[in-house]
């Protein structure tokens, strides 16, 4: 299989994001014009291209051959450099893993590097990644830094929403609400920036709800739609079988756990991600609410499930992976997949 092409870097593109031009243009606006807050607060769900724009703003900052002002070359040693997360200007901070928690540790480590002058760039930046992951003492902490700014110091954090965060925190920031974006205006993107067929292009924009920083990552990474294709076949192969198969499926998918319970967690997490948008599209088909479904490629299975089963286990099987979502990071794997797979309906929907 031919490897998948690359995805475009920023360089000759502008800051080269997809659906959220209005704040690039607004922040290029605070670069232009020597007006940059001290502090900005990305918001939006998990994978509408966030990080992405925080990174564009941080190049964009400390480029060292701007073309334009407001504009970073992409080329430079330094955007290079902020692209990949390793600047030394650039300290990283987030949670060790999805869902667990930013510590009151890592933001004093924080505040130590911000203390010190910049190496290279006009800036110091920091990115707070997922910053509705900190606790209370690790907010609290932050916000010292944010009542007194360092005007050579840039804080960029990220969270899926502000009210997650402590008013005081929010009330600090330059707030940027990023939000999905249409799905045919995101395929039609997707189609030229990442000349894409236009059946996968919206293939794509649906199976990321409009996210655009999810849609570019599946487009660039070929390896991400096929994994999600082998769970949907997994999932569909499921639905008929007994339990002997479902224990012995709950098993082998978590016996990783043993050695790296890590690994295992992402694993599973990423299953249940493409399972859940399955059962949600059954839940629309079931109640007849007229939304197109996310699975778009699976319509027949859908739509055949949803005749099998009734609402209830339908909305049953939605709410039990929402809830392992929630539980993860301190449930037993297997048993936590044996209560999920053993509570689908049998169903012949393949």
């Known amino acids: ?20 031009t209005w704040a690039a243009d607004l922040l290029r606006q605070h670069i232009a014009g020597g007006n940059l807050r001290h502090a900005y607060l990305f918001s939006g769900p998990t994978g509408v291209g966030r990080r992405t724009l925080a990174l564009r703003f941080a ?43 930013l510590k009151v540790k890592q933001i004093r480590e924080l505040q130590h590097m911000l203390s010190l002058s910049p190496y290279t760039g006009g800036y ?13 003492n690790a907010q609290n902490a932050l916000l010292k830094t944010l009542e007194e700014p360092n005007p050579k110091v840039l804080l960029l954090l990220t969270a899926n929403d502000p009210e997650n965060l402590l008013p005081t925190i929010t009330s600090r920031c330059e707030l940027m609400r990023l939000r999905p974006m249409a799905v045919d205006d995101l395929a039609a993107a997707l189609e ?3 000349n894409l067929s236009k059946d ?7 199976i990321s709800g409009g996210r655009a920083g999810f849609a570019k990552r599946m487009a660039c990474d070929g390896e991400m739609l096929e994994k999600r294709k082998q769970w949907m076949v997994d999932m ?15 098993e082998k ?3 990783i756990g043993k050695k790296d319970r890590g690994e295992a967690k992402s694993v599973l997490l990423e299953g249940m991600a493409n399972w859940l948008s399955f059962w949600r599209d059954v839940l629309l088909v079931g109640t007849e609410s007229g939304t197109q479904i996310t699975n778009i490629d699976l319509q027949e299975s859908v739509h055949r499930t949803a005749e099998a089963v009734n609402l209830r286990d339908a909305a049953h099987a939605v709410s039990a992976l929402e809830h392992a979502f929630k539980r993860i990071q301190t449930a037993n794997l297997q048993l936590m997949l044996d ?7 049998f169903v012949n929907a393949g």
């Open 200 to 206: 996968k292009a919206l293939l794509i924009a649906h």
């Open 59 to 101: 190049q964009a900052v400390n480029c060292t051959q701007p073309p334009a002002p407001g504009d970073a070359c992409g080329k430079c040693q330094t955007c290079r450099q902020i692209e990949r997360m390793q600047h030394t200007d650039l300290t990283v901070v987030q949670a060790e893993e999805t869902g667990t928690v």
């Open 253 to 255: 998918t978590t016996r």
């Open 236 to 250: 569909l192969a499921l639905l008929p079988a007994g339990r002997t198969e479902r224990f012995h499926y709950s």
């Open 339 to 345: 209560t999920i797979l053993l509570d689908w309906p």
């Open 192 to 194: 030229v920036q990442e």
């Open 124 to 136: 110091r930046i920091a990115l707070l990644l997922r910053f509705e992951e900190a606790n209370a």
């Open 1 to 20: 299989m031919p490897k998948e092409k690359r995805c475009a870097t920023m360089a000759g593109m502008g800051w080269n994001v997809i659906g959220h």
